[in-house]
Nanobody, 127 residues
């Protein structure tokens, strides 16, 4: 049984940092591209960041580029999202997701292409 378990969310003030973690189990972690998505109330789920199987090619949404960093530890089967300079518009439920891909596949920004999802963790940024 595949499980993705996010942690690290919370309520913070604008300008501070948070680090989200997503621990995976029940799958061969290195076979999967990993992504972070978020969904704010009344909005569609949107791509935030993704990282390839080996961890060498991160990609980001324009809205978070330069502030967020995605990384993965394949030994620990964990993917991280370091979020700096948080803003109220970053408030959302953050989800990690796993996409079974070949080694050279581009990182998808489309949520329907991901195979497994975590339950989400709430991030609330106050001004």
């Amino acid at each position: 049984q595949v499980q993705l378990v996010e942690s690290g969310g919370g309520v913070v003030q604008a300008g501070v940092s948070l680090r989200l973690s997503c621990a995976a189990s029940g799958l061969t972690f290195t076979y999967y591209t990993m992504g972070w998505f978020r969904q704010a109330p009344g909005k569609e789920r949107e791509f935030v960041a993704g990282i390839n199987r080996g961890g060498s090619r991160p990609v980001y949404a324009d809205s978070v580029k330069g502030r967020f960093t995605i990384s993965r530890d394949n030994d620990k089967k964990t993917v991280y999202l370091q979020m700096n300079s948080l803003q109220p518009e970053d408030t959302a439920v953050y989800y990690c997701a796993a996409d079974r891909t070949i080694l050279t596949a581009p990182i998808s920004r489309i949520y329907s292409e991901y195979d497994y999802w975590g339950q989400g963790t709430q991030v609330t940024v106050s001004s």
